[in-house]
């Protein structure tokens, strides 16, 4: 996964890639030329006691040493560019895949090891192409280069680079293998740290009402021990790494000095060329050593590539069709009619469905309401009204065209949801309200903001629709949060509303007003409200009562009444009873 993810993300960057490669090996030339200049001002200058050859030669080696770092510079920051480049990338992919998920395939993965995936694995991997822009080319110029240079210099001590160099890699092997599953582990636990700091940042005022800031302490801790744990058996190997690469140079160097030293001894060998051919077998010892820190590396990045790949690879299970149907309609005509066809629904791997049989016609310019208890698959259905999951049986239908016949973006446009639990984006009251339309015009805002009975709080904050929004919304209240969500989507003007439990953080007062209002804006509308409160849904023209995924009664709050004992024991149980009449 890692290789096929760098061809695919580094093709856009092959020039900066090819600069690289071209300047690197320009670098390890230069390398490779400046130990054999340097014997030869040994043997022939210093030997002979000519100040000019040195000068010469000297000053030849200091202009390929300025040639070298040039070289190493422009080749690091094209290699920097390349790798910001596919981080760039890959964020790009992984956030416009993500966007695709239906609420399945973001449920399986979890938003925390989405987070993760997106920041700290796909920072492995851009580290690991700026280690590869400054090292890999280099690595082996460096030790094949070196290789042959050193047998020029003396054929006999050669040998001493077929016991170092394997001495060298089966040790560094060893350890590398040891440190896959461990990078393994390590990614899987931070995911876990940023789901327990991700739910006790959201969950901050439940743990404070709780009193449970010890408990939440504990668990956090408990996670960070694990991911350090982790790390220190991570860095212990790797600290040991490099010892192991020092004292194989180190010995290396001795077991030169001590075998040359016989061979400058017998006039076989002159000092310079003892000294070029160390230096030689520094390089190669040196470019494994490089070719070490890669190998450190790329265990880490290959885990984080495969979990990249899992998401990149991961299809969402509600895919636009081949052949989308253009207009949102069977006859041309937009109205927002809502209908559901013997509609059926089971999650992946799931005994029971948690919806079967469902049928009924939401018709434009009336409002259908839906109500049940808690876990009669209300959610659900209004989940599959936008086509955020597809049904497992059954049909629904807009305007007479199956929803899994339009295109996600067509369909979206006609509705405008307002889900249980609204969210509002960092920035101001406008450009959330811009989000449902962003052509609207501030009086188009400001009247969605007068139906949602959010008016009156906007125009009191010091800077009304350019007022700040944190957040999530979090710098106000839940009940403003939901009236602005309400406006949001009446800035749209779709054919169709859904509102999943939206009048919920309502007072009554509120709620009836907000009620009233709608009716009047909305009158050529679809509209569909999931209720918990029945005094929400009182004057529906069309009341759907959901029990155990099944729809048991419908009709109106009156005829409910009548027919309905299911219906009976919701009003009761809210409903005063001179209200029941």
Not at 164 to 181: D, K, Q, S, W
Not at 200 to 220: H, M, N, Y
Not at 411 to 432: A, C, D
Not at 542 to 551: A, P, S, T, W
């Amino acid at each position: 996964m890692l290789w096929k993810l760098l061809v695919e993300y580094l093709r856009p960057h092959r020039a900066l890639l090819i600069a690289v490669v071209i300047f690197q090996l320009a670098q390890s030339i230069a390398s490779l030329y400046l130990p054999t200049l340097n014997a030869d001002i040994i043997d022939e200058g210093v030997a002979k006691g000519d100040t000019s050859y040195i000068l010469s030669v000297g000053s030849i080696m200091l202009l390929i040493t300025l040639a070298q770092i040039a070289c190493a510079v422009i080749a690091v920051y094209f290699g920097a560019k390349a790798a910001m480049g596919l981080g760039r990338d890959l964020r790009g992919a992984i956030f416009g895949r993500v966007g695709e998920f239906s609420e399945q395939e973001v449920t399986r993965f979890g938003a925390p090891s989405l987070i993760t995936r997106s920041t700290n694995d796909v920072q492995q991997v851009q580290q690991l192409v700026l280690m590869s822009a400054t090292l890999m080319v280099a690595a082996p110029m460096l030790s094949i280069g070196g290789v042959i240079m050193a047998i020029q210099q003396d054929v006999q001590l050669s040998w001493l680079i077929a016991v170092c160099v394997p001495v060298l890699l089966v040790a560094v092997g060893l350890i590398v293998t040891r440190m896959v599953p461990l990078f393994r582990k390590m990614q899987k636990r931070i995911d876990t740290v940023n789901r327990v700091l991700r739910e006790q940042l959201t969950g901050i005022r439940v743990v404070r009402a709780f009193v449970r800031e010890d408990v939440e302490t504990a668990r956090f801790a408990q996670a960070n021990t694990d991911v350090t744990d982790v790390a220190l058996r991570a860095g212990r190997l790797m600290a040991l790494m490099f010892p192991v690469v020092m004292l194989v140079l180190n010995v290396s160097s001795v077991a030169v000095i001590w075998f040359g030293s016989f061979r400058i001894e017998d006039g076989s060998m002159q000092v310079g060329t003892l000294i070029a051919f160390l230096s030689y077998l520094m390089q190669i010892l040196m470019s494994v050593m490089m070719a070490t820190f890669m190998a450190v590396m790329i265990p880490r990045a290959s885990v984080s590539a495969d979990r990249i790949g899992e998401v990149l690879n991961t299809q969402s299970s509600v895919l636009p069709p081949e052949h989308p149907v253009t207009s949102a309609s069977a006859n041309g005509r937009r109205r927002g009619e809502l209908e559901m066809r013997d509609v059926g629904f089971a999650y992946p791997g799931a005994d029971q469905p948690v919806l079967s049989g469902i049928s009924f016609t939401a018709t434009a310019g009336q409002t259908t309401a839906i109500i049940g208890s808690t876990g009669a698959g209300k959610t659900t259905l209004v989940n599959l009204m936008p086509r955020l999951f597809d049904v497992t049986t059954g049909a629904v239908l807009i305007d007479g065209v199956d929803v899994r016949d339009l295109h996600p973006d067509l369909l979206w446009g006609h509705i405008g949801l307002v889900p249980q639990r609204p969210y509002l984006f960092t920035g101001t009251v406008r450009s959330n309200l811009l989000y449902g339309n962003p052509a609207a015009t501030e009086e188009e805002l400001w009247e969605a903001l007068e139906i949602a009975q959010a008016r009156d709080f906007v125009e009191e904050m010091e800077e009304g629709l350019d007022a700040p929004i944190s957040q999530g919304g979090t710098n106000v209240s839940g009940g403003q949060r939901q009236r602005l969500a309400i406006a949001r989507a009446l800035v749209k003007r779709p054919e169709l509303y859904i509102f999943d439990d939206s009048f919920s953080s309502l007072d009554t007062g509120t709620d009836a007003r907000l009620r009233r209002a709608l009716k009047r804006s909305t009158s050529g509308a679809t509209m569909v409200v999931i209720a918990q409160r029945v005094s929400s849904i009182v004057e529906a023209d069309q009341i759907l009562v959901l029990d155990d995924g099944r729809i048991v009664a419908r009709g109106t709050h009156h005829e409910l009444l009548e027919t309905s004992e299911t219906y009976r024991e919701i009003v009761s149980s809210q409903l005063a009873a001179e209200e029941t009449v």
